[in-house]
């Protein structure tokens, strides 16, 4: 007991509400299908925030009912409030409680993005070139092999996604990778996803760019790697000069400050 609070009582109801909430929420496949080696491991991830959440939402609102229940003003009662001043190892624990979950989330969320990120040996290198309201690809391993609107990936090799915005931020996202980053002006941002499964998918811009926003989009492709080949052969652009400069100012992630010579 810490003054009139039933400890015991109360945690045995956080935890019944949190296996409640937790049995109802995890069967559900909220990311729908993956198509990435990262799937699983994002899947899970949110599984574990979901029953934090589910602890941290019952104990609020077993807390919140317990002090209606228990403080409530007597029929015809007007009087002030009963003075207090403070219970210092209640406000310790409720600061405490939640410190642990977040710090335990972010290290969590940490080694996942450590684990999927892991580079692979023989990775294959993608230019990624964002506009209103459109997708194009380049392949500089291959010749620098140029694409527009449909994006091709053999399966089972890591690839790395080099994205430049060549006006606006833009988003990258194909939800079966789970894999997410924004394509930001002047610098260069880099996704790393290992697809697992032959399929066809669709590349979503997820940032508010535009009136055209919601239609920017490209297919993707996951096929196999003599497939993957034949279709680069195929190719007969190259990416434009002009969007192989932007590649090179873009790489410039540090430059040199406004104060610098030559700068």
């Known amino acids: 007991m810490i003054g009139r609070l039933p400890i015991a009582k109360m945690f045995a109801a956080t935890l019944v509400g949190t296996v409640v909430i937790s049995a109802v929420m995890l069967p559900i496949n909220w990311n729908g299908q993956g198509a990435s080696t990262a799937a699983p491991k994002i899947d899970q991830l949110l599984s574990v925030m979901i029953v934090l959440s589910a602890f941290v939402f019952s104990l609020v609102m077993m807390m919140l009912f317990y002090a209606l229940w228990k403080f409530r003003a007597k029929p015809g009662d007007e009087s002030d409030g009963e003075p207090i001043h403070g219970n210092t190892r209640l406000e310790i624990a409720w600061t405490l409680i939640p410190t642990i979950i977040v710090l335990f989330g972010a290290g969590y969320s940490w080694s996942v993005l450590?684990?999927?990120?892991?580079?692979?040996k023989d990775p294959l290198t993608?230019?990624?070139f964002s506009q209103q309201f459109a997708w194009s690809f380049g392949y500089p391993e291959q010749e620098n092999a140029y694409s527009e609107g449909e994006l091709h990936v053999p399966v089972g090799?890591?690839?790395?996604?080099?994205?430049?915005?060549?006006d606006v931020i833009h988003s990258f996202w194909v939800p079966e990778w789970r894999i997410?980053?924004?394509?930001?002006?002047?610098?260069?941002?880099?996704?790393?996803?290992?697809?697992?499964?032959v399929g066809t998918y669709q590349l979503v811009c997820t940032e508010l760019?535009?009136?055209?926003?919601?239609?920017?989009?490209?297919?993707?492709v996951v096929e196999p790697a003599p497939k993957f080949r034949e279709w680069i052969a195929g190719l007969e652009e190259e990416i434009p000069a002009p969007y192989l400069e932007t590649i090179k100012h873009d790489t410039e992630t540090n430059p040199l400050p406004l104060d610098a010579g030559g700068a």
Do not use: W, Y
């Not at 450590?114 to 692979?120: G, L, N, Q, T, V």
């Not at 997410?180 to 499964?197: M, S, Y």
């Not at 760019?209 to 993707?220: L, P, S």
């Open 126 to 128: 993608v230019d990624v």
């Open 114 to 120: 450590d684990a999927i990120e892991e580079p692979a």
């Open 157 to 166: 090799r890591q690839v790395h996604f080099k994205m430049h915005s060549l």
């Open 209 to 220: 760019c535009g009136f055209g926003h919601a239609a920017m989009r490209a297919e993707v």
């Open 180 to 197: 997410k980053k924004d394509n930001v002006p002047g610098i260069t941002t880099t996704a790393i996803v290992t697809p697992d499964k």
